[in-house]
């Protein structure tokens, strides 16, 4: 159950008007994006405590993956990891890195 919230969290805040659109550069998002390849760029990575499969990025809608960021720099997501890394994005950064996953291709898948 605290999974299926916390997948809707960054829904609701797209629907909430609380995720605003921010025009991300992909090409800047590629040089952004090598802290999240140590474990989304592994497949089929699951992660030791809690134990859960980390989620594939590549391909994912750019909107979900900035509110998902807003929700880890927020505290509305919980997770230790990504709460630190999203605390120390700026808003062009999680537009730059969701434009750069959104892309056909994008990695770390």
């Known amino acids: 159950m605290r999974r299926m919230v916390a997948a809707l969290v960054p829904l609701a805040l797209l629907v909430s008007g609380g995720a605003h659109a921010q025009s991300g550069n992909p090409e800047a998002g590629a040089l952004k994006a090598a802290q999240c390849a140590g474990c989304h760029g592994i497949p089929g990575y699951r992660n030791a405590y809690p134990a859960y499969r980390v989620p594939k990025l ?4 750019a909107e979900y993956i900035v509110a998902a960021l807003q929700g880890y720099k927020s505290g ?8 630190a890394i999203a605390a120390a994005l700026n808003e062009q950064d999680m537009a730059d890195l969701a434009a750069f996953f959104a892309a056909a291709g994008g990695q770390p898948q």
């Open 58 to 61: 590549g391909g994912q809608h």
């Open 76 to 83: 509305a997501r919980r997770h230790p990891t990504m709460q």
